[in-house]
C-alpha cells in the first residue's frame, strides 16, 4: 500500500469562491476516488483596533519622548545637577578644602558705554551664585586685599 499527501495552496481566493465546490480527483491504477470541498473561512483574528492604535502611537511617542529626553537633559545639565544636590543635600565640592568655588575677576578701569558688565560681575553674578545656589565665590575687588 502507498500514501501520499499532497498540500495544495491557493494563491488567491476572493469571497465568490467560499460558495463554489471544487472537485478534487484521484486516479490510480484502475480506481478513481472523487472528493468535492467547499472553502470556508478560519478564524483568523485581527487585533481589536484599540489595542493596534494604542501601539502604533506608543510606537511614535516613546522614540520622540526619548529623544526630547536627551535634549533636555543636554540643554539643561547644569541645571539638573544643581536640582539634584539641591534634593538629595549632597555636595561633593563641600568637603574639599578650597576656600572658594570660583574667582570672579573684573577689571575695574575698564570704562563701558553701560554699566551693565560691571554691575553683572561685581553685583548679580555674586548675588545669584551665593544666594541661591551656595557657592562661595572669590570676588578680587571685595574680598582680595590690596596686594594681596
Same mark, same amino acid.
Given at each position: 500500500?502507498?500514501?501520499?499527501?499532497?498540500?495544495?495552496?491557493?494563491?488567491?481566493?476572493?469571497?465568490?469562491?467560499?460558495?463554489? $465546490?471544487?472537485?478534487?480527483?484521484?486516479?490510480?491504477?484502475?480506481?478513481?476516488?472523487?472528493?468535492?470541498?467547499?472553502?470556508?473561512?478560519? $478564524?483568523?483574528?485581527?487585533?481589536?483596533?484599540?489595542?493596534?492604535?494604542?501601539?502604533?502611537?506608543?510606537?511614535?511617542?516613546?522614540?520622540?519622548?526619548?529623544?526630547?529626553?536627551?535634549?533636555?537633559?543636554?540643554?539643561?545639565?547644569?541645571?539638573?545637577?544643581?536640582? =539634584?544636590? $539641591?534634593?538629595?543635600?549632597?555636595?561633593?565640592?563641600?568637603?574639599?578644602?578650597?576656600?572658594?568655588?570660583?574667582?570672579?575677576? =573684573?577689571?575695574?578701569?575698564c570704562v563701558s558705554p553701560t554699566e551693565e558688565e560691571r554691575e553683572f560681575a561685581l553685583k548679580i553674578l555674586p548675588?545669584?551664585?551665593?544666594? $541661591?545656589?551656595?557657592?562661595?565665590?572669590?570676588?578680587?575687588?571685595?574680598?582680595?586685599?590690596?596686594?594681596?
Open positions: 500500500k502507498f500514501y501520499i499527501t499532497r498540500l495544495l495552496r491557493i494563491r488567491k481566493v476572493t469571497d465568490e469562491d467560499m460558495h463554489h $465546490n471544487f472537485t478534487c480527483m484521484l486516479q490510480a491504477d484502475e480506481r478513481t476516488q472523487i472528493k468535492i470541498i467547499k472553502l470556508k473561512k478560519g $478564524n483568523t483574528r485581527d487585533l481589536p483596533v484599540r489595542i493596534f492604535t494604542t501601539g502604533m502611537v506608543l510606537v511614535v511617542l516613546l522614540p520622540c519622548i526619548a529623544v526630547a529626553a536627551v535634549f533636555v537633559c543636554v540643554m539643561f545639565r547644569v541645571d539638573l545637577v544643581l536640582f =539634584y544636590r $539641591n534634593v538629595c543635600r549632597r555636595d561633593d565640592t563641600a568637603g574639599d578644602g578650597k576656600e572658594y568655588d570660583a574667582f570672579v575677576s =573684573y577689571l575695574k578701569d548675588m545669584v551664585l551665593e544666594e $541661591n545656589f551656595g557657592y562661595k565665590l572669590c570676588v578680587f575687588e571685595r574680598d582680595v586685599s590690596p596686594g594681596g
